[in-house]
């Protein structure tokens, strides 16, 4: 041992060396820590003591145990966790790391976090590491390291804070002094995007808001995707700049403006996207997918495009509506459901007629959908769906959504396509009915429509799909092409214009889809997302529900731009207590039996009333006679008798849910304490038994 000692002495010394040189030296900064490892772990044997010895190791070891802690740390390994929510939030989905793997360009993250305010609130430093984790996750797996991460914290009055301001990173206020910069620009190449600021109460979000963004600058050339709306989505919504849902799908897409024409504005996106000359229908090949927004007013020349797409293959999203609130605000005097449009504005109601007549559709075109189980409180014409209204589990478009959001949506309520494959995707309750638009919108009537709905043998679809290969719904070709009805007076012998030749298609060259939704307003700013205010006029939208989602799936599919299928729709949850809603559904078809009975005893009784005052002898006389009076007391009566059987339902129905929530609270907090009073007691009791056998 004394022979080695020289040489270790040599070995620690060399090492010492190493580590100073590491301060100047940038390739060796990188294993500085094990060189000083090293050079600790030789020191450890030159001692004699073995006392110092085994102290000096003792400490080694530890500090090695925690190099190591931190090296897996920095590692994808190291990062793994035990996801214990129901919808596995917070384990990244196939789409994420299949974008991640599939990453061919280099992507650039900065990432801006003002870490040192006294001010932060709580929510957001507790959001601060999670932020950190899940983009060192993202460097970790994407291909050949292509991501890279530039952590940089913006203190006031330095190059960094500058550099956060021309990224475009939100600045937020947490104090009277202090500002906070906490967000990201992401970047590859001429690329680039910004998300100006990490909401926490947008955390469901967070894993789409990245990738979704790291998708789009890594992407070489957007899918196009064809719109076609009576509706201005450009500038409409609430806050006068377009739809939220615009936003997001022009941020996915390249989305070319069809217009109501269809075909009219052709020639226009041809030329921008550099495709040649424009032919005189729509290509898939070109446009896989076509978003139809309540197309109020369609002609049968544009539903001719349409059919035409269909059988060329193509797939199209309908968005149909028997009530378009979007529609009425865009009117410049209201509108009154079911009376005609204002001078201006877009009618409330849209379908497809010509198309649904052809596939044996039947739509609510002037009565909207009315559901009792899924109807919210006070307003069942308003309509929160989860799983249970998706009897179609392996439709990838529904994956990983779970809340739909409806307001005065239509239904359809025949559907007859022989020939075609259908899929009722989401349907009602059969607690549900159709009632007219004006009941529906009328406060008085809605707060006694919810007693009017009875369970029955049928429910109503608010989206189905069909597929296959379609026959035309235009036998005799482009309706543009018709010749002019011939006018009384004009010269017969007059030749008549050459009409083209009928090229139209008569039967599908290729499996065709379309996707149909009895509502348009569920895309509309509200139903689909909104926007949490933030000073300046300004505003971070926020996702409220998985409407967006959906129609993003299908549009994935149809685009083949199926990886981010899933992430976007994590959304938080509605988590209805579906027990309660049953029995409350239940009890107001109990009491609007009561209503109707009572209602059809006041009417006899306000006729009776009446045939007594028609016999009056001095029809003169303002007072009532004996009869009369003893009628209306009866009638009083009643009114009394039925008010209080309906108030004692609602005590019955309320003393059943509050019993069922009383044994919720009590099975919440007695069953750990149970758990851990057993495995207490039979550890006691098998020691006893150990101690007692020896």
């Given at each position: 041992?004394?022979?080695?000692?020289?040489?270790?002495?040599?070995?620690?010394?060399?090492?010492?060396?190493?580590?100073?040189?590491?301060?100047?030296?940038?390739?060796?900064?990188?294993?500085?820590?094990?060189?000083?490892?090293?050079?600790?772990?030789?020191?450890?044997?030159?001692?004699?003591?073995?006392?110092?010895?085994?102290?000096?190791?003792?400490?080694?070891?530890?500090?090695?145990?925690?190099?190591?802690?931190?090296?897996?740390?920095?590692?994808?390994?190291?990062?793994?966790?035990?996801?214990?929510?129901?919808?596995?939030?917070?384990?990244?989905?196939?789409?994420?790391?299949?974008?991640?793997?599939?990453?061919?360009?280099?992507?650039?993250?900065?990432?801006?976090?003002?870490?040192?305010?006294?001010?932060?609130?709580?929510?957001?430093?507790?959001?601060?590491?999670?932020?950190?984790?899940?983009?060192?996750?993202?460097?970790?797996?994407?291909?050949?390291?292509?991501?890279?991460?530039?952590?940089?914290?913006?203190?006031?009055?330095?190059?960094?804070?500058?550099?956060?301001?021309?990224?475009?990173?939100?600045?937020?206020?947490v104090s009277q002094n202090e500002n906070l910069f906490f967000g990201a620009s992401i970047s590859s190449w001429d690329k680039k995007t910004v998300i100006p600021y990490f909401n926490p109460q947008n955390e469901t979000q967070l894993e789409f808001?990245?990738?979704?963004?790291?998708?789009?600058?890594?992407?070489?050339?957007?899918?196009?995707?064809?719109?076609?709306?009576?509706?201005?989505?450009?500038?409409?919504?609430?806050?006068?700049?377009?739809?939220?849902?615009?936003?997001?799908?022009?941020?996915?897409?390249?989305?070319?403006?069809?217009?109501?024409?269809?075909?009219?504005?052709?020639?226009?996106?041809?030329?921008?996207?550099?495709?040649?000359?424009?032919?005189?229908?729509?290509?898939?090949?070109?446009?896989?997918?076509?978003?139809?927004?309540?197309?109020?007013?369609?002609?049968?020349?544009?539903?001719?495009?349409?059919?035409?797409?269909?059988?060329?293959?193509?797939?199209?999203?309908?968005?149909?509506?028997?009530?378009?609130?979007?529609?009425?605000?865009?009117?410049?005097?209201?509108?009154?459901?079911?009376?005609?449009?204002?001078?201006?504005?877009?009618?409330?109601?849209?379908?497809?007629?010509?198309?649904?007549?052809?596939?044996?559709?039947?739509?609510?075109?002037?009565?909207?959908?009315?559901?009792?189980?899924?109807?919210?409180?006070?307003?069942?014409?308003?309509?929160?769906?989860?799983?249970?209204?998706?009897?179609?589990?392996?439709?990838?478009?529904?994956?990983?959504?779970?809340?739909?959001?409806?307001?005065?949506?239509?239904?359809?309520?025949?559907?007859?396509?022989?020939?075609?494959?259908?899929?009722?995707?989401?349907?009602?309750?059969?607690?549900?009915?159709?009632?007219?638009?004006?009941?529906?919108?009328?406060?008085?009537?809605?707060?006694?429509?919810?007693?009017?709905?009875?369970?029955?043998?049928?429910?109503?679809?608010?989206?189905?799909?069909?597929?296959?290969?379609?026959?035309?719904?235009?036998?005799?070709?482009?309706?543009?092409?018709?010749?002019?009805?011939?006018?009384?007076?004009?010269?017969?012998?007059?030749?008549?214009?050459?009409?083209?030749?009928?090229?139209?298609?008569?039967?599908?060259?290729?499996?065709?889809?379309?996707?149909?939704?009895?509502?348009?307003?569920?895309?509309?700013?509200?139903?689909?997302?909104?926007?949490?205010?933030?000073?300046?006029?300004?505003?971070?939208?926020?996702?409220?529900?998985?409407?967006?989602?959906?129609?993003?799936?299908?549009?994935?599919?149809?685009?083949?731009?199926?990886?981010?299928?899933?992430?976007?729709?994590?959304?938080?949850?509605?988590?209805?207590?579906?027990?309660?809603?049953?029995?409350?559904?239940?009890?107001?078809?109990?009491?609007?039996?009561?209503?109707?009975?009572?209602?059809?005893?006041?009417?006899?009784?306000?006729?009776?009333?009446?045939?007594?005052?028609?016999?009056?002898?001095?029809?003169?006389?303002?007072?009532?006679?004996?009869?009369?009076?003893?009628?209306?007391?009866?009638?009083?009566?009643?009114?009394?008798?039925?008010?209080?059987?309906?108030?004692?339902?609602?005590?019955?129905?309320?003393?059943?849910?509050?019993?069922?929530?009383?044994?919720?609270?009590?099975?919440?907090?007695?069953?750990?304490?149970?758990?851990?009073?057993?495995?207490?007691?039979?550890?006691?009791?098998?020691?006893?038994?150990?101690?007692?056998?020896?």
């Open positions: 041992m004394k022979a080695l000692k020289p040489v270790l002495l040599g070995v620690a010394a060399v090492a010492l060396l190493l580590v100073l040189l590491s301060f100047a030296i940038e390739a060796l900064e990188s294993v500085r820590l094990w060189i000083l490892l090293v050079g600790a772990a030789v020191l450890s044997f030159v001692p004699n003591s073995k006392v110092v010895r085994a102290a000096f190791g003792t400490v080694l070891f530890a500090v090695l145990i925690l190099s190591l802690i931190q090296l897996i740390g920095m590692t994808g390994t190291g990062r793994k966790n035990i996801d214990l929510t129901e919808d596995n939030r917070y384990t990244l989905t196939d789409g994420t790391k299949a974008i991640l793997s599939e990453l061919t360009e280099p992507v650039v993250i900065n990432y801006y976090v003002t870490r040192d305010l006294r001010s932060t609130p709580a929510d957001i430093k507790r959001y601060i590491p999670r932020i950190d984790n899940l983009l060192e996750e993202f460097s970790g797996l994407s291909n050949e390291g292509n991501i890279s991460i530039n952590f940089i914290d913006p203190k006031p009055n330095t190059d960094e804070e500058d550099a956060a301001a021309l990224d475009q990173i939100q600045q937020v206020p808001d990245l990738i979704s963004a790291i998708a789009e600058v890594s992407a070489s050339n957007k899918p196009t995707v064809g719109l076609i709306s009576a509706l201005d989505l450009s500038t409409s919504g609430r806050t006068r700049q377009g739809w939220i849902f615009t936003r997001y799908l022009k941020r996915a897409y390249n989305v070319a403006d069809l217009g109501m024409g269809v075909t009219d504005t052709l020639p226009d996106v041809y030329e921008d996207n550099e495709w040649g000359v424009a032919p005189e229908h729509l290509d898939p090949e070109k446009i896989p997918v076509v978003l139809v927004i309540h197309p109020a007013g369609i002609t049968p020349e544009a539903e001719y495009h349409l059919d035409q797409y269909l059988l060329r293959g193509g797939t199209v999203v309908a968005c149909v509506d028997s009530f378009s609130f979007a529609a009425q605000q865009s009117s410049p005097q209201p509108q009154i459901p079911g009376m005609p449009p204002q001078p201006g504005g877009v009618p409330t109601s849209s379908n497809l007629p010509t198309l649904f007549k052809k596939w044996g559709i039947k739509f609510s075109e002037t009565e909207v959908l009315a559901d009792g189980t899924f109807g919210v409180q006070g307003n069942p014409a308003m309509i929160k769906l989860n799983r249970d209204a998706m009897p179609v589990e392996d439709e990838i478009a529904l994956a990983s959504i779970d809340d739909i959001l409806l307001g005065y949506s239509g239904a359809f309520t025949e559907i007859n396509a022989p020939g075609l494959e259908l899929s009722r995707l989401i349907r009602s309750s059969r607690q549900s009915d159709l009632v007219s638009a004006e009941k529906a919108a009328n406060p008085q009537e809605t707060a006694n429509l919810k007693f009017t709905l009875r369970s029955k043998d049928r429910q109503y679809d608010v989206m189905i799909s069909l597929s296959g290969k379609f026959e035309t719904a235009f036998p005799e070709g482009n309706p543009a092409n018709e010749p002019a009805p011939e006018k009384e007076g004009e010269d017969n012998e007059e030749k008549a214009p050459e009409l083209p030749a009928d090229s139209s298609l008569k039967t599908g060259e290729s499996k065709g889809n379309i996707y149909l939704f009895a509502d348009s307003d569920f895309l509309y700013d509200g139903a689909a997302y909104r926007l949490i205010p933030t000073g300046g006029g300004g505003g971070i939208p926020q996702q409220v529900s998985d409407n967006g989602p959906l129609v993003f799936n299908i549009l994935d599919q149809a685009t083949n731009s199926k990886h981010l299928v899933g992430a976007r729709a994590r959304t938080p949850n509605w988590r209805p207590f579906t027990v309660f809603q049953e029995m409350t559904s239940k009890f107001q078809e109990e009491a609007g039996e009561k209503m109707e009975k009572f209602q059809k005893e006041q009417e006899k009784a306000s006729s009776e009333i009446q045939k007594l005052q028609a016999q009056r002898k001095d029809s003169r006389s303002p007072f009532l006679n004996e009869e009369q009076q003893e009628a209306l007391k009866g009638l009083r009566e009643q009114q009394v008798n039925a008010a209080k059987g309906i108030r004692e339902l609602e005590k019955d129905n309320q003393s059943k849910i509050d019993a069922i929530k009383a044994g919720i609270f009590w099975k919440s907090l007695l069953t750990v304490p149970a758990i851990v009073l057993v495995l207490g007691l039979g550890i006691f009791i098998y020691r006893s038994a150990k101690t007692q056998a020896r």
